[in-house]
């Protein structure tokens, strides 16, 4: 019997419906676990519900995002509430100070006060959630974010064994940023390299000792993952490949070798994800040779003037385990030959030379299996090797990008059905131009079929107009059925003279404008747009617009220029029911829902593996799409 029915047979009080309802566990669970997304409403009833709190705040800290501007919030949280720490089963702790600072290039070279990184409260809140799991047997899956190599060992010092000696027990990801922070303070003496000599032979002393010590520490986690059965270290990165190589190599020092060979050796049969954004001061020749790891399936190479292709050559071919491979080689001394094959490749991402065409064509031939490329040579080789057959080569290809429509003629007409699209920008100046290409003169005209597998589409563009008939006529269900998804980005820059408020003013009129004229996307869930506008300032925006039906979330701007903000569509109905409104529209009435949008923490689109590697996209030229687009119909591709 539930505590509610067993107090009210003791005080002859019936319960009314919501108490009879939150009395039974299964259904709390239930209902918790479908607010856990938005979070938003998760946290909401624990507020006024003091019954439900521990529960709800038990589900709420399961997946803890740990970003450093939050850390001394979350620590007076759990020092309040210890107890729920012990929920705590996969941690994230991530620099996102140095990383802001870093990608806001308009201050790269300014002399601004930098906030203080809180190591020492990381080192309190990881000491206390030690503390309440130790109780129960098992740490936290953690996934770590250094900004800065140069703060290696304090993010060591933070894991120190003497007061959290288990804390690395489940260690599965360490990644290494490539902000420079620390470098902006040395004095320069030489004016011909911008830099003082002897300052940078003692940095590049220091940063060897980091890696030394990192070495370590890796080892004695991966010691403690054997002991309790842990995954081990699953993700390794250093650098981001997404971000400018000069850049983040302007005040670089070099990897210490030798660790590359001490990763290797502690982390050969565990590390599955290795992402190396090399400098100019590391060289791939010294690097490659030294690793090998029995089970990679995952690996993100990427430099300027590369110079290492024989290595490379030799490091593919010692890891046909891989499944996804992205290489970002530019300049690089002799093209990629092609030669290896990988039975289980799914994605191909390559700037790495053009092999010559046969080998390309061979390639595809030994890889039938690709599901995501971002390079439209693979279909045009898929084409080339299927010319005599009905059949695509690819027929498993759902995921493609390309500034060239026409590479997708002929393979739409041997079966090829592409469900995602990232079309880049190229010969389309603005969005007139390619919405009037896609609609009047591309593949998915001619063959209908190809059109009905559409369910994302990704567009980079200079300029948006805001042409809304051209919008409404390209992205209607009339011809796009099953779009679900649709991702714009643009290069339009806010004029001078436009301050803030006024820039945010305007973008929300055209957003009312765009929001209206997708409601001919019956299908549309999640919208993404991009520009270099600002972020909004108010919590709720859009209030009492119009929107499509479908629709559920809206991104703004992308990770990679600024920091994004997510929203939620918010019915404007006071119980939260959808009222399907009639919209007037060039195509006759369509049913649009009215609303707001609703400003909501990123992590209802965070992708976690099960052994605790958070945000592992497919592929960098996917970056922000949300749905798993490579079956019908798209599905989420969260933990």
């Not at 299996?369 to 040579?377: A, E, M, Q």
Request: aromatic residues 10%; proline residues 5%.
């Amino acid at each position: 019997m539930s505590s509610t029915l067993a107090t009210a047979s003791q005080t002859g009080v019936r319960p009314n419906s919501a108490q009879l309802a939150f009395s039974v566990a299964e259904l709390v669970n239930e209902i918790a676990s479908y607010l856990l997304r938005d979070r938003v409403d998760l946290l909401t009833l624990a507020a006024v519900s003091k019954r439900l709190r521990p529960q709800l705040l038990g589900l709420w800290a399961r997946h803890l995002d740990l970003p450093f501007t939050q850390v001394a919030n979350r620590l007076r949280f759990f020092q309040a509430n210890p107890l729920i720490s012990r929920h705590v089963q996969y941690l994230r702790i991530r620099d996102d100070i140095s990383v802001r600072e870093y990608s806001d290039s308009s201050r790269m070279f300014e002399e601004t006060p930098k906030l203080a990184l809180p190591y020492d409260e990381l080192h309190q809140l990881l000491a206390l959630i030690h503390e309440q799991k130790s109780q129960q047997g098992t740490m936290p899956f953690i996934d770590c974010l250094v900004g800065d190599k140069e703060d290696i060992i304090k993010l060591l010092n933070a894991f120190s064994p003497l007061k959290v000696p288990r804390m690395g027990e489940r260690v599965s990801a360490i990644r290494i940023g490539p902000t420079g922070r620390h470098a902006h303070g040395y004095e320069s003496d030489d004016e011909s390299f911008g830099f003082d000599q002897d300052a940078e032979y003692e940095r590049q002393e220091e940063s060897n000792e980091n890696w030394t010590e990192l070495v370590h520490f890796i080892a004695h986690a991966q010691k403690l993952a054997r002991h309790t059965k842990g995954p081990g270290l699953v993700a390794f990165q250093y650098g981001d490949p997404i971000i400018d190589p000069d850049e983040a190599s302007m005040w670089a020092t070099q990897v210490f070798p030798p660790f590359w060979t001490g990763l290797s050796k502690v982390a050969s049969d565990t590390l599955r994800d290795l992402t190396v954004a090399l400098t100019h001061k590391d060289w791939a020749s010294k690097v490659l040779p030294r690793l090998k790891f029995a089970n990679l399936n995952t690996l993100r190479l990427s430099q300027d003037h590369f110079t290492g292709t024989d290595q490379l050559e030799a490091f593919l071919d010692r890891h046909s385990t891989i499944m996804h491979l992205n290489l970002q080689l530019y300049e690089n001394e002799q093209p990629w030959s092609m030669r290896q094959t990988f039975p289980k490749l799914a994605s191909v991402e390559i700037f790495a030379g053009d092999a010559a065409e046969q080998d390309q064509t061979d390639f595809v031939s030994r890889h039938v299996s690709l599901v995501s490329s971002s390079r439209p040579f693979i279909i045009k080789a898929a084409t080339k090797a299927s010319a005599d057959d009905q059949d695509p080569v690819l027929h498993k290809l759902r995921i493609c990008a390309t500034s060239d429509l026409n590479v997708f003629e002929d393979f739409a007409k041997r079966g090829g059905r592409l469900s995602e699209v990232h079309i880049q920008s190229g010969s389309f100046r603005d969005e007139s131009d390619i919405l009037q290409r896609l609609r009047n003169n591309s593949w998915l005209t001619r063959v209908p079929s190809a059109a009905q597998a559409i369910t994302c589409l990704s567009i980079h563009i200079e300029i948006m107009k805001c042409d809304l008939d051209e919008l409404r006529a390209t992205f209607s269900s009339d011809f796009l059925p099953n779009l679900t998804e649709l991702s714009i980005t643009y290069f339009q820059a806010i004029e001078a003279s436009e301050d803030e408020p006024s820039a945010n003013a305007t973008a929300k009129r055209n957003l009312r404008a765009v929001f209206h004229a997708l409601v001919s996307a019956r299908s549309l869930r999640i919208l993404h747009l991009t520009d270099r506008c600002q972020r909004f300032s108010t919590p709720d925006i859009l209030v009492d617009a119009v929107f499509p039906s479908a629709l559920e979330y809206f991104v703004w701007l992308k990770r990679d220029w600024n920091r994004p903000q997510h929203f939620r569509f918010v019915s404007a109905h006071p119980y939260g029911q959808i009222e399907p409104i009639e919209v007037e529209s060039g195509e006759g009435r369509l049913w649009g829902k009215r609303g707001r949008l609703q400003c909501i923490p990123a992590m209802w689109q965070q992708k976690i593996s099960s052994d605790g590697v958070w945000d592992r996209p497919l592929g960098s030229f996917r970056d922000g799409i949300v749905l798993d687009h490579s079956s019908f119909p798209p599905t989420w591709a969260l933990s």
